[in-house]
């Protein structure tokens, strides 16, 4: 499998060792900057080339530009007839979402976190403690200091960024019980305008409600879940030292492979390159577009429901689909 890269920012680097861990041969990246485009190359043995020329001769695509870019580039690398991994969220706006879906193809979702062992194995675990009656995941973190995390025109803040992770786990866990509902608290500090702190309540047909936290003000990297029912709990640790616990029993780790940084692995970019790699042969994608327009619904209608305090926002949301999250909040927050 031959790939191509749009985008040559943070996240670039992480795709490219994963595609250098499964032999998986990068021909081309292009950025916005081609200075940033000539340096990626350089890197990973691939040549610089500008967007219009993508996929450059690649097998597949990998979308890692910002998220108000993923809907061109995504449908471009389609009509070429490529396989796509567009990072998450999806786009920056559920209009987006719904071209990207609309175009057909191979899509697969870059939700890292839906390909991690752990969180595999969690689920394997969900199975023997039967229906749940809590779910809270947590993603604690500091404010990143690179990147364009920080402006508005991204599309929102924590919950945009890291959110979509925690969402994307919930939904997962949740599995075939359906979100009917969100409610949602965002924070900003005076030296931004977008959130960075959140806690969101996704309440499901079953009556289950899943409390999602997320912050860019904690000093440390602490992301964890915890789901129970009336017959057990499972508690999954991701950082800062991964690890599982079952009714408080410490359970046993599938050994790393050790082709990698333990990190690739552990957090799922490993088997998410060996999925895309299995797209790319004919295989059906196990986490697509569609699921990546799920997360960005809830996400919407989280900031939706941030802007009137106490409310709820029944799902799918039915609000406006030209509309990026952060906007969804601000024409009634403001900064």
């Known amino acids: 499998m031959n790939l191509a890269f749009a985008g040559a920012g943070m996240i670039s680097l992480v795709h490219a060792m994963a595609a250098e861990a499964t ?6 990246i292009a950025s916005r900057t081609e200075a940033r485009a000539t340096e990626r190359a350089g890197q ?6 500008p967007f219009e020329e993508l996929p450059a001769g ?40 719904d071209a990207i879906v609309a175009a057909g193809g191979q899509v697969v979702y870059a939700e890292n976190l839906a390909f991690s062992p752990l969180v595999v194995r969690t689920s394997e675990l969900m199975s023997d403690i039967g229906s749940l009656n809590f779910m809270e995941i947590r993603q604690l973190s500091p404010r990143p200091s690179w990147g364009e995390f920080l402006d508005p025109t991204r599309g929102g803040g924590v919950l945009f960024d890291l959110g979509s992770h925690a969402i994307a786990l919930a939904l ?7 979100p009917v509902g969100v409610q949602a608290t965002l924070e900003h500090s005076s030296d931004i305008e977008v959130d960075d702190y959140a806690e969101v309540f996704i309440d499901f047909a079953s009556g289950l409600r899943a409390r999602i936290e997320t912050s860019w003000r904690h000093p440390d990297a602490v992301w964890d879940v915890q789901v129970s029912s009336n017959s057990g709990v499972v508690r999954t640790e991701l950082m800062p030292q991964p690890g599982i616990e079952h009714n408080g029993e410490s359970v046993a780790l599938t050994p790393l492979t050790g082709i990698a940084d333990p990190h690739l692995e552990h ?3 490993i088997d998410q390159m060996l999925t895309l790699r299995d797209v790319v042969g004919g295989a059906p994608s196990p986490i697509d ?16 429901a941030a802007s009137k305090p106490g409310s709820s926002v029944s799902l799918p949301f039915a609000g406006p ?11 009634t927050v403001g900064p």
């Open 23 to 28: 032999e998986s041969p990068i021909l081309a």
């Open 44 to 49: 990973v043995g691939a040549r610089a080339v």
């Open 58 to 97: 690649a097998d597949a695509v990998v979308v890692c530009t910002p998220p108000d870019r993923h809907a061109a580039d995504t449908l471009q690398a389609l009509t070429a007839g490529c396989v796509v991994l567009v990072e998450k969220p999806l786009a920056s706006t559920l209009g987006d979402a």
């Open 172 to 178: 997962l866990l949740a599995g075939s019980d359906a």
């Open 267 to 269: 957090y799922g970019y």
């Open 289 to 304: 577009a569609r699921f990546g327009r799920r997360v960005l619904d809830v996400l919407s209608a989280a900031y939706a």
């Open 321 to 331: 689909r030209n509309r990026t999250p952060h906007q969804l909040w601000s024409d």
